[in-house]
C-alpha cells in the first residue's frame, strides 16, 4: 500500500475500510455490466467475477472471511 493510500481497517485478514477511490464508478460500472442480461446471465456473470476477483485476491483467509461477512450480513438483515 502506498504512504498516501488510506489505511486499511481489517478484521482478521479482510479490509473492512473503503479502497476504492471512486467508488460510485466501479457501482455504475457494475451495474451497466448486468444491462440487456438475463437473470441467468446475470448469475453467471456474478458467479464469474467473483471468482475471478477471488483469484486476483489470491489469499484465502481473507475469501472466506468475506464469504463468512457476506452471508452475516443477509441474515442480520433477515433477508
Not at 1 to 24: E, I, Y
Not at 42 to 51: E, K
Amino acid at each position: 500500500m502506498s504512504d498516501d493510500a488510506p489505511s486499511a481497517v481489517l478484521t482478521g485478514t479482510l479490509r473492512r475500510s473503503l479502497n476504492l477511490s471512486r467508488p460510485d464508478d466501479i457501482y455504475n460500472a457494475i451495474v451497466d455490466a448486468h444491462k440487456g442480461l438475463s437473470d441467468e446471465q446475470c448469475r453467471a456473470f456474478d458467479a464469474r467475477l467473483i471468482l475471478l476477483l477471488a483469484n486476483h485476491v489470491g489469499d484465502e483467509a481473507a475469501i472466506r472471511e468475506a464469504l463468512t461477512a457476506a452471508r452475516q450480513s443477509l441474515e442480520e438483515e433477515g433477508a
